[in-house]
Every structure is written in structure tokens, then in C-alpha cells.
């Protein structure tokens, strides 16, 4: 089965209003999590490193008061799009690596399933 | 900054075809090199990787040989199946562990 989870998978939501995606890790503990964005036929666009404990890491251009990430725990990192526009639409996917000692294939890293968001 | 180049699609292939999907990067130092593939309505799915020049990744009969001189990751495989129908993502991992990706090639296998 999956080791890393998305939830939501689709989300549609109006424009002004603020969505969350989580991402969990099961069986095991992830000290830190990705998050990516999924333009269609385009790349997997990174755009924040999640660290337990820690405030996230954005990518240049990414507005970190508009994607705010939470790492509360090893296995919980959330994601949410504060007053979301049209252009926010997109595929999010989040990642979460195996640290040692810690879960299945130490070090490899696996990712969610995504999570589509459509703002009207 | 680093960056993927891979092969745009899609390919379509028939059955038992053999089967290449271009892959080159740019990156500073000395980067991990992998493929990932993508079934729809899932997540991505590690299919092989190389950590050094000259490496080798190999799995379910895909392979694909990390070369530094070309700077290329190139996805082969003998026999297509239809199951291998998938979106396929060359990507490196550059110091930051964080990984950078290719635009995706979209491999339609037909019976």
C-alpha cells in the first residue's frame, strides 16, 4: 500500500476562500516533507521543504504567506492555500523521505498521490 | 541551477516494441540520477535510480546507464507491455535531498 498519503485528492473551492491538504506518512517518521506543484504537461515544480519543528523552506517565488506549510509532527505535514484564486488551480503532490532508522527503504523518497484544487 | 531535460510526448509504441525516453540534466557537482513513473490515478512510483557515473538502474526490465561525459539518463526497455502505460518523470537530487524533475513523457502502449 501507499506509504505516503494525500488528503484531499480533489478539492474544488471559491475564490477568496483558504483550502488545506495534508500529507501523512504511514509507518514511518518523516523529519522532512516536500511540497510540488503540477502545472499541466509541465514539471513537477518544487515549492517548499517541510521541516518537523522548524519554519518550512520556499522556493524563490513562491509567496509563503499565500501556501503556508505546518510540519507539527514526524508524520503530519499540511499545506494550505490561503484565499485561493483561479490561478492557484493546479496539482499538488507532497513527498516525505525515510530517515534511518526509521520506516521502509531509509532515505528513499515516496509521494502522495496528489491533490487536485480547482477554485471557481 | 539544476535542471531535467527529458523528451516531450507522447510516445506511443506497439506492443513488445523497444522503448527510449531521452533524458539530460544539468547540475553542479555530482548528482543522484532516477526515474519515476506515474500510473494513472496514482502517485509516483520510484522505478530505478544511479548514484554515480556509470551506474547502472535497472528494474521490471527497464534500464538506464548514468553518463556523466553526455550528462544523459536515458529510459530504455526491450519489450513494452501494455502495462507499462505510464507517465515517466527523469529526475536528480542535488545537495538540498530535494528533487528536481523532468517535465514527464507520456508512454501510451498499444495491444
Known amino acids: 500500500g501507499a506509504v505516503v498519503s494525500q488528503h484531499p485528492s480533489r478539492v474544488i473551492c471559491k475564490s477568496g476562500t483558504s483550502v488545506k491538504i495534508e500529507c501523512r506518512s504511514l509507518d514511518f517518521q518523516a523529519t522532512t516533507m516536500f511540497w510540488y506543484r503540477q502545472f499541466p504537461k509541465k514539471s513537477l515544480m518544487l515549492m517548499a521543504t517541510s521541516n518537523e519543528g522548524s519554519k518550512a523552506t520556499y522556493e524563490q517565488g513562491v509567496e509563503k504567506d499565500k501556501f503556508l506549510i505546518n510540519h507539527a509532527s514526524l508524520t503530519l505535514s499540511t499545506l494550505t492555500v490561503t484565499s485561493a484564486h483561479p490561478e492557484d488551480s493546479s496539482f499538488y503532490i507532497c513527498s516525505a523521505r525515510g530517515e534511518a532508522g526509521t520506516g521502509p527503504n531509509t532515505g528513499e523518497l515516496f509521494f502522495g498521490e496528489g491533490s487536485r484544487l480547482t477554485v471557481l | 541551477g539544476d535542471s531535467v531535460t527529458q523528451m516531450e510526448g507522447p510516445v506511443t509504441l506497439s506492443e513488445e516494441a523497444f522503448l527510449t525516453i531521452n533524458c539530460t540534466y544539468t547540475?553542479?557537482?555530482?548528482?543522484?540520477l532516477f526515474w519515476y513513473v506515474q500510473y494513472p490515478g496514482e502517485g509516483l512510483q520510484l522505478l530505478l535510480k544511479?548514484?554515480?557515473?556509470?551506474d547502472k538502474g535497472s528494474n521490471k526490465g527497464f534500464e538506464a546507464t548514468y553518463r556523466k561525459e553526455t550528462t544523459s539518463f536515458h529510459l530504455e526497455k526491450g519489450s513494452v507491455q501494455v502495462s507499462d502505460s505510464a507517465v515517466y518523470f527523469c529526475?536528480?537530487?542535488?545537495?538540498?535531498?530535494?528533487?528536481?524533475f523532468g517535465s514527464g513523457t507520456r508512454l501510451q502502449v498499444q495491444p
Open positions: 544511479a548514484t554515480k557515473a556509470d
Open positions: 529526475a536528480l537530487e542535488g545537495g538540498r535531498r530535494a528533487l528536481t
Open positions: 547540475a553542479t557537482g555530482y548528482p543522484s
